[in-house]
């Protein structure tokens, strides 16, 4: 079988989700938007797909992906690294993923079998949490502490067992103080048992951030993510030196698993965090190997059918999947025209499934898609 071409199809749909000064998302008036999906054909009719890619990076994935066989992902995936040197923003780690993701969705097709069972099937599901957007000043939104609050009872009545807050960043008021409240308004309403999480501004100094990580001790909560900017690997290991609580990280450090191993040697923090967006589930299962090696956790960024294929396959906590962003005038269980079904329906007990369709089991509304070109 020999890879006959890549391409990438191009779609607008309505969105609800608005960015503000320093790009997070909030619920604001409907507009349009554009979604991508990658291709890639072969001579034998099968093909594969995925969400993401752009057309600057067809040219470099022309060179290295026209008639070689799909199924040598490695080989491929080791091109594209090299490639990258030159090729800079044209094959960002995120179209790497893009790429790398249609070409295991391909190989479950070809096999007939879900890409976690290719992967090496560990569970069929995983105990998501509720991941919110970050603070705003909306009425009744993600306004106060007492609104986190409300929010954390209404997504534990939906069947979340863990939640995590991402409290306020600039343009609003991002105060250490401000943050903290918050944590202690949930942690007061959800009682002692409820996993909590936070990932607050990412631009706090050192000392800020060990002012919030010694409040969130207090609060008993389960980890503290990404409080200071991630480039500065020594600030993180002075914090988790002085924090009993598990610092996570990085998220958004580049340097796909290179980077965790530099962190993961230099004690920088105690949970890995890593996502198949950062160079596709190729990457992430070096990353995987990694940290079972130095016996360290990773948790997983972000959700969606790649990332749930990759907590299926993984034989080392990876605890949860992160389901979000969310928010209480925002319907995220509402269905995406794309899709017929979504990837990651929650369960009444707070589990969503790995899709069992072949390869990742996107299930493609065709009809939606082909009246929606651009
Ligand atoms: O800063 C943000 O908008 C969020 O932190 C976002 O990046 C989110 O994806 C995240 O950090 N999740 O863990
Ligand atoms: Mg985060």
């Given at each position: 079988m020999k890879i006959q071409d890549i391409e990438v199809i191009a779609f607008k749909y309505t969105s609800r989700l608005v960015r503000d000064k320093e790009g997070h998302a909030h619920p604001g008036p409907e507009h349009e938007a554009v979604q991508t999906l990658t291709r890639i054909t072969t001579d034998e009719g099968v093909e594969g797909y995925s969400f993401g890619g752009s057309p600057a990076m067809l040219e470099a994935a022309r060179l290295v992906l026209v008639g070689e066989d799909p199924l040598n992902r490695e080989k491929i995936w080791q091109q594209l690294r090299r490639f990258q040197r030159l090729y800079g923003p044209q094959l960002h780690d995120y179209y790497l993923a893009a790429i790398d993701l249609a070409l295991w969705d391909l190989a479950g097709r070809f096999t007939g079998l879900p890409v976690y069972k290719l992967l090496g099937g560990y569970r069929d599901k995983v105990l998501a949490y509720a991941s919110t957007m970050c603070g705003d000043d909306i009425p009744g939104g993600l306004d106060t502490p007492e609104h986190y609050a409300d929010f954390a009872e209404a997504c534990l009545a939906q069947g979340y067992k863990a939640f995590k807050l991402h409290t306020w960043m600039p343009p609003y008021d991002a105060s250490p103080k401000r943050a903290v409240a918050a944590c202690e308004a949930v942690r007061k309403r959800v009682g002692p048992d409820v996993h909590l999480m936070l990932d607050s501004h990412h631009f706090y100094s050192r000392t800020e951030a060990l002012y919030i990580g010694r409040a969130l001790e207090e609060l008993d909560f389960h980890w503290f993510e990404e409080p200071m900017d991630e480039r500065s690997m020594s600030s993180y290991i002075w914090l988790t030196e002085q924090l009993d609580i598990p610092v996570v990280g990085p998220e958004t450090a580049g340097g796909l698993f290179y980077t965790r191993a530099e962190w993961i040697v230099n004690h920088a923090s105690d949970i890995s965090r890593y996502s198949v967006a950062r160079g596709g589930l190729t990457a992430f299962i070096k990353c995987m190997h990694l940290c079972e090696a130095h016996g360290v956790a990773l948790e997983v960024h972000g959700g969606g059918h790649g990332n749930l294929h990759a907590l299926g396959a993984m034989g080392i906590p990876g605890e949860y999947y992160e389901r979000g962003l969310?928010?209480?005038?925002?319907?995220?269980?509402?269905?995406?025209?794309?899709?017929?079904?979504?990837p990651d329906v929650l369960d009444p007990e707070g589990y969503v499934h790995v899709p069992q369709g072949p390869g990742l089991g996107l299930d493609l509304n065709w009809d939606y898609i082909n009246s929606h070109r651009v």
């Open positions: 969310l928010h209480p005038f925002y319907d995220y269980e509402a269905p995406q025209p794309w899709l017929n079904t979504r």
